[in-house]
């Protein structure tokens, strides 16, 4: 059964830094594309970040870009999301997500595999 398993949320300060992991047990993990997405309460999901199966190409949204670092780690398997400058606009619930297809199926929310999620909060 394939699991992506998200931790490192929490409550922070806005100007304060979160480091998000995404644990995969989709394999090979290195030929997927995989990236996270937000939902904060009352609104419907959005495109956060997403990276390439070889890291070599990262995509931002426009809210995040210069703040937010997408990177992975192939060998171990895992994701990251590593937040800076956050803002009370930020708090939502962060998924992460993988497509075995492309980079461009997955920014647009076509994704074969999701996380349960892992609630970021930023206070004011």
């Known amino acids: 059964q394939v699991q992506l398993v998200e931790s490192g949320g929490g409550l922070v300060q806005a100007g304060g830094s979160l480091r998000l992991s995404c644990a995969a047990s989709?394999?090979?993990?290195?030929?997927?594309?995989m990236g996270w997405f937000r939902q904060a309460p009352g609104k419907g999901r959005e495109f956060v970040a997403a990276?390439?199966?070889?890291?070599?190409?990262?995509y931002y949204a426009d809210s995040v870009k210069g703040r937010f670092t997408i990177s992975r780690d192939n060998a171990k398997n895992t994701g990251y999301l590593q937040m800076n400058k956050l803002k009370p606009e930020d708090t939502a619930v962060y998924y992460c997500?993988?497509?075995?297809?492309?980079?461009?199926?997955?920014?647009?929310?076509?994704?074969?595999?999701w996380g349960q999620g892992t609630q970021v909060t930023v206070s004011s």
């Open positions: 989709v394999r090979p993990f290195s030929q997927y594309a």
């Open positions: 997500a993988a497509d075995g297809r492309s980079t461009s199926r997955l920014r647009i929310g076509e994704c074969d595999y």
């Open positions: 990276i390439s199966w070889s890291g070599a190409n990262t």
